[in-house]
């Protein structure tokens, strides 16, 4: 067992010799608390949100059934489904064995396990109820996991026409438009300003094929570093919600997310200015992020919460349930009902964004080919009235 373990008695609580636990003892607790937390936080390993949920729903079934919880890792261990699963249940279980929490185990692997996820396991540690708070980290994170899949699976068709769309477009002037180069070209004084545009990029795709594959190259590790870094995918997240149509849903979904994580730390016991931190963490917007901080702190100074949110852009009937819950008492039970009314609310805005899409895509790349088909026929078929 480890030094930090040994200390862990609360302050004010009875040591072996009749006495309280000083200050001082207690400021060297939380040192030597800190300085084993550095020790065992693992930033390498990762997993996908789907392997942590599987790890969690097997979790919560061993619990339910009476399992021991090293006897459950040990099970999990021998079962898992790709070497880096293994390889964080096996860190978790020597986090475990050496005396900690499994709350305190996940927290050492942040690139695992999410926060709120995190401190609603502790939660349940604390409250007896591990199996509870599990099944509610289970519900929530197979919440977001449906909700970006939903995402994905609408931006998966106008993602492929748009990329058909650059291919066949730098086709067309690289291999089409030479034909009609040299015809073009008899008056050139004569052309209009977007037969010289088109022109003009076919004669650099064909003369400088380096720096359009460089151009492509340029957009492909955009895409990729929005994607999978974390700084260019809020910052990409960010500017898409600005934009019509789009950001009407990101700014919806990520409403929902947030305010479903606060109503299911606050049911599960976790003090509201933790979940207001979860809720800021989950809603990745800026502008979101700043309204939570803002509740933070009314919530800290001991004014109601929705005093924060009166001025904010967001749905009036989410504040008139945060009004009505802190006026009542019960705001955890009012949060849930208006995190069931944004995941409809997300739901309208994903399938009138899905609707949409498909044609405005379809619309795009029509109006892309036809301007170069516009360009190219316009002066030939001026030629060939002037020849008649």
């Given at each position: 067992m480890s030094l930090a373990t040994m200390f862990k008695a609360k302050k004010g609580e009875e040591n072996s010799f009749g006495g309280s636990v000083s200050g001082k003892v207690e400021t060297e607790r939380k040192r030597l608390e800190h300085g084993a937390a550095a020790r065992d936080k693992d930033l390498r390993l990762k997993i996908g949100s789907k392997d942590t949920l599987?790890?969690?729903i097997q979790m919560h079934a061993m619990l339910s059934a009476g399992v021991p919880l090293l006897a459950l890792l040990r099970?999990?261990?021998?079962?898992?489904?790709s070497p880096k699963t293994a390889k964080v249940l096996r860190k978790i279980t020597e986090i475990v064995e050496s005396g900690h929490d499994l709350s305190y185990a996940m927290d050492c692997l942040p690139r695992c396990f999410e926060k709120y996820v995190v401190h609603l396991i502790a939660a349940g540690e604390k409250a007896g109820a591990l199996d509870d708070s599990m099944e509610r980290s289970?519900?929530?994170?197979?919440k977001q996991i449906k909700l970006a899949g939903k995402i994905k699976g609408a931006l998966a068709y106008p993602s492929f026409l748009i990329v058909m769309t650059f291919v066949l477009t730098t086709g067309i002037l690289y291999f089409l438009v030479p034909k009609f180069e040299?015809?073009?070209l008899a008056k050139p004084d004569q052309l209009p300003a977007n037969t010289k545009v088109v022109l003009g990029?076919?004669?650099l795709i064909r003369e400088q094929p380096i720096v359009i594959l460089l151009f492509y190259g340029g957009i492909a590790a955009v895409a990729v570093l929005c994607m999978k870094v974390r700084v260019f995918r809020k910052i990409a997240f960010d500017v898409m919600s600005h934009m019509p149509g789009l950001g009407n849903l990101i700014t919806k979904a990520y409403i929902s997310r947030s305010v479903n994580a606060l109503a299911m730390t606050l049911e599960s016991g976790v003090p509201i200015l933790t979940g207001l931190e979860h809720a800021r963490q989950i809603s990745q917007l800026p502008r979101l992020q700043a309204v939570w901080d803002s509740a933070a702190a009314v919530v800290r100074d001991g004014r109601p919460m929705h005093t924060a949110m009166a001025d904010a852009k967001l749905p009036p009937a989410l504040i008139q349930m945060i009004i009505a819950g802190e006026s009542s008492g019960s705001l955890d039970a009012s949060l849930r009902k208006a995190g069931e009314f944004l995941d409809r609310e997300t739901q309208a805005a994903m399938e009138m964004f899905v609707v949409l899409l498909g044609p405005m895509t379809v619309v795009m790349a029509g109006c892309t080919v036809g301007f170069i088909v516009v360009s190219l026929m316009t002066p030939i078929l001026q030629m060939a009235k002037f020849v008649g």
């Amino acid at each position: 067992m480890s030094l930090a373990t040994m200390f862990k008695a609360k302050k004010g609580e009875e040591n072996s010799f009749g006495g309280s636990v000083s200050g001082k003892v207690e400021t060297e607790r939380k040192r030597l608390e800190h300085g084993a937390a550095a020790r065992d936080k693992d930033l390498r390993l990762k997993i996908g949100s789907k392997d942590t949920l599987h790890i969690l729903i097997q979790m919560h079934a061993m619990l339910s059934a009476g399992v021991p919880l090293l006897a459950l890792l040990r099970s999990l261990i021998e079962h898992a489904q790709s070497p880096k699963t293994a390889k964080v249940l096996r860190k978790i279980t020597e986090i475990v064995e050496s005396g900690h929490d499994l709350s305190y185990a996940m927290d050492c692997l942040p690139r695992c396990f999410e926060k709120y996820v995190v401190h609603l396991i502790a939660a349940g540690e604390k409250a007896g109820a591990l199996d509870d708070s599990m099944e509610r980290s289970i519900e929530m994170m197979d919440k977001q996991i449906k909700l970006a899949g939903k995402i994905k699976g609408a931006l998966a068709y106008p993602s492929f026409l748009i990329v058909m769309t650059f291919v066949l477009t730098t086709g067309i002037l690289y291999f089409l438009v030479p034909k009609f180069e040299k015809l073009l070209l008899a008056k050139p004084d004569q052309l209009p300003a977007n037969t010289k545009v088109v022109l003009g990029t076919s004669a650099l795709i064909r003369e400088q094929p380096i720096v359009i594959l460089l151009f492509y190259g340029g957009i492909a590790a955009v895409a990729v570093l929005c994607m999978k870094v974390r700084v260019f995918r809020k910052i990409a997240f960010d500017v898409m919600s600005h934009m019509p149509g789009l950001g009407n849903l990101i700014t919806k979904a990520y409403i929902s997310r947030s305010v479903n994580a606060l109503a299911m730390t606050l049911e599960s016991g976790v003090p509201i200015l933790t979940g207001l931190e979860h809720a800021r963490q989950i809603s990745q917007l800026p502008r979101l992020q700043a309204v939570w901080d803002s509740a933070a702190a009314v919530v800290r100074d001991g004014r109601p919460m929705h005093t924060a949110m009166a001025d904010a852009k967001l749905p009036p009937a989410l504040i008139q349930m945060i009004i009505a819950g802190e006026s009542s008492g019960s705001l955890d039970a009012s949060l849930r009902k208006a995190g069931e009314f944004l995941d409809r609310e997300t739901q309208a805005a994903m399938e009138m964004f899905v609707v949409l899409l498909g044609p405005m895509t379809v619309v795009m790349a029509g109006c892309t080919v036809g301007f170069i088909v516009v360009s190219l026929m316009t002066p030939i078929l001026q030629m060939a009235k002037f020849v008649g």
